[in-house]
């Protein structure tokens, strides 16, 4: 059964269970003009569910049954951007916290000679070797230790905005900078730290030229570490 949705040149597509919400060309005398038409009853909404301009879309008959996932409520009130902004906010704050205790560490860490600095690599395996939670305190520490050790080598000192991403990048998750921002320098933390395991870390990017480049500059600061 075809229905229609009259004064909306568009609302959205979707590609869910064969349902599909698509525009209708405008046609010039055409009843069904400037119209938005379900090319089969949706499967994945329940009548309940659906914004009330959607609701005439759906026949009574829907089956009590179906997924109510409200995904196309969430799309036209913009209730999914507001959620994934929360989260985004509340995720930021944590991550501000253990950015907060690694500057903590900072007084300490530049207190340490070369020797020292450099014994922190086998200090930190051995303490992993041992059972310590590589997520934990040791972590901080050695974000601060790379921190130093980028500033004692090559005159560069990680920003609070740069050890967030480098504990986004850590998380497993996408860290968006723009041009500028230190990127390069983002990806010493990462790498040092999970390096440490012994597994292999791999830091990618987009051509030889600058793969080659910062393999040279920012592999100074993983050298000094001992890697």
Known sequence: M?????????????CVTDAYIVPTARRSGSRS?????????????????????????????SSPTALSMGIVEEFVTGRDDETRRAANDEYLS??????????????????????DMIAKTAEFRARLANGEDINGPIFEEAFAVVREAAWRVIEQRHYDVQLVGG???????????????????????????NA???????????????ARRDMEKMGQVHRYLGL
């Open 2 to 14: 075809m229905s229609t949705l009259r004064g909306a040149a568009f609302i959205a597509l979707f």
């Open 94 to 115: 944590t991550l501000q916290k253990r950015v907060d205790r690694i500057n903590d560490l900072e007084p300490t860490i530049e207190e340490l000679g070369d020797e």
């Open 33 to 61: 003009s400037n119209s938005v038409s379900f090319s089969r009853q949706p499967s994945f909404l329940h009548q309940n569910n659906a914004p009330s301009k959607l609701s005439p879309l759906l026949s009574s008959s």
């Open 196 to 210: 440490l395991t012994g597994m292999p870390a791999f830091v990618i990017t987009v051509n030889d030229y600058l």
């Open 167 to 193: 504990l986004i990048l850590h998380d497993g998750r996408l860290a968006e900078m723009a041009t500028g921002e230190g990127k390069t320098l983002v990806s010493t933390l990462p790498c040092y730290v």
